[in-house]
């Protein structure tokens, strides 16, 4: 009797382990998918917005203008930067559980994506703010608005995306850990 409960004792450990891995709560290739349909239209709301902005005609400082023109041509940059991104985070989206041992995305591959949008969410903010108090009510200022609301409601859902994937990752990891 005893050597049947070790047995079975024994076997629950091997075996738990891995069942529990499969219940980390890892997003979902919708959840996944989801986040980068909002990723891709704040990108489009920012370029879209970025096209109508002439900085030059703000009654600003030329100080100011030098460095908000320089942020708006480093936005556009990581912006382009992040079209790139996002389609190879689709690629491997499109290709989780076609690939063997694909089906989930990397932790890595979100973090640097979140880092990027973070800092085009914010630099967005603030050339719309200075589009506001420099350009008064117009079109660029609307635009930038909008697209500020776009960036950063991605951003948002970006980050809990983020937050799940790591949460799962860092239980896989624990459990990895209690079994040695």
Request: hydrophobic share 40%; with cysteine.
């Amino acid at each position: 009797m005893r050597m049947r409960l070790l047995a079975v004792g024994l076997a629950l450990l091997i075996w738990a382990p891995h069942v529990q891995g499969q219940f980390a709560d890892y997003p979902t290739k919708k959840e996944i998918s989801g986040v980068l349909q909002d990723v891709d239209y704040a990108l489009r709301r920012f370029e879209e917005a970025s096209s109508q902005v002439s900085i030059r005609r703000w009654r600003a400082p030329n100080e100011l203008i030098q460095g908000l023109e320089s942020l708006l041509e480093s936005l556009r940059g990581t912006a382009r930067r992040m079209k790139g991104r996002t389609e190879s985070i689709h690629t491997k989206v499109r290709n989780m559980e076609v690939i063997e041992g694909s089906d989930r995305l990397s932790g890595f591959d979100l973090f640097m994506l979140y880092q990027d949008w973070t800092a085009l969410s914010f630099g967005v903010g603030s050339l719309a703010v200075q589009a506001d108090l420099f350009r008064g009510e117009n079109s660029e200022g609307a635009a930038l608005m909008g697209a500020r609301v776009a960036t950063h409601t991605a951003n948002s859902k970006l980050f809990r995306l983020l937050q799940k994937q790591l949460l799962a990752e860092e239980l896989e990891l624990r459990i990895c850990r209690d079994t040695r």
